[in-house]
């Protein structure tokens, strides 16, 4: 069936240092990728979504590409903020109406 | 931006009661879901729904659990009977239908279950 991994349980930086959430997927069909983010007892928000091969997306500053070559979507930002500090979830679907599929989260805690 | 209403946002239940969660989705859409999630963790598929059916629904999906969204109302997930491991936030979500708009899921607040 689908998958999708994040290595990293918990990434931990100094406001203002660049970040790197690792995520790749396994499936057979052609995927939507999304990152997600989830504040502390918040709903999971949409962040980024692709389904687009080599095309950068971006959003309030964090930025991914969809790899389908490496079958990977990193999550990245140039200099972290204090209120980025959340649960960030990487997920896939398959088709419209179709199951989100998550990854087991990053954690990321940015201290000031 | 659309938003999914949950009520309520907490449930205390002693285990054996039903409980049902209940969804307000966003109000064109047409395909729902269950999600849960423990305690921060990964959020796990429950159930889709489309067109008053069931589209798909995953080994969490016990057979004490049903989903049903009478009359275009509230979509709700009811449990009977509830046991101990159904303590989780479950997260309702609604996508549209039609090209790339059906693949982006909006997420309510939760609803915090505790079952004693």
New interface residues.
Partial sequence: GDSVTQTEGLVTLTKGLPVMLNCTYQTTYSPFLFWYVQHLNEAPKLLLKSSTDNKRTEHQGFYATLHKSSSSFHLQKSSVQLSDSALYFCALSRTGGYKVVFGSGTRLLVSP | GPK?LQIPSHQIIDMGQMVTLNCDPVSNHL?F?W?KQIL??????LV?F?NGKV??K?KLFKDQFSVERPDGSYFTLKIQPTALEDSAVY?C?S?S??????????????TRLTVL
């Fill in positions: 999914v395909y879901y999600y921060g963790q990964q959020m796990e598929f889709n489309y589209m798909e995953s997260f979500a996508s239908t039609g090209g790339a708009l059906s693949y982006e899921q909006y997420f309510g607040p939760g």
